[in-house]
């Protein structure tokens, strides 16, 4: 057992295994580089693409906002879900109200 337990005895058992080893290592590292290759490329692209998609977004007032983007402007706003008539103007000082009454209650 002394015998074969030293380093050199053990490595011409395991020759098929390490011709795989190396194979693989071998394949993995032409992988590795066309990946590099390919996401350097990539990132060469999205550099210069920037720049002009940021120029055509770009806003420099009311005329154009939100064109180049979506395609339509932007609103006024959330409409009002009642109109400031009879109903309207009473329900907002109720809310208000009601509102203000609880923040009292809890300041007590």
Do not use: C
């Amino acid at each position: 057992m002394a015998e074969e337990a030293g380093r050199g005895a053990a490595h011409p058992k395991g020759g098929k295994s390490r011709h795989r080893a190396e194979a693989f290592e071998e394949a993995l590292s032409i992988v590795s580089a066309r990946l590099a290759a390919v996401a350097r490329q990539e990132a060469e692209r999205l550099k210069a693409e920037r720049p002009a998609m940021a120029q055509a977004n770009r806003n420099t007032g009311p005329d154009g906002a939100g064109d180049a983007v979506s395609g339509a402007g932007v609103g006024a706003g959330i409409a009002r879900e009642h109109s400031k008539i009879t109903g309207g103007i009473k329900r907002d000082a109720s809310s208000a109200s009601q509102g203000a009454q609880r923040q009292a209650k809890r300041d007590r």
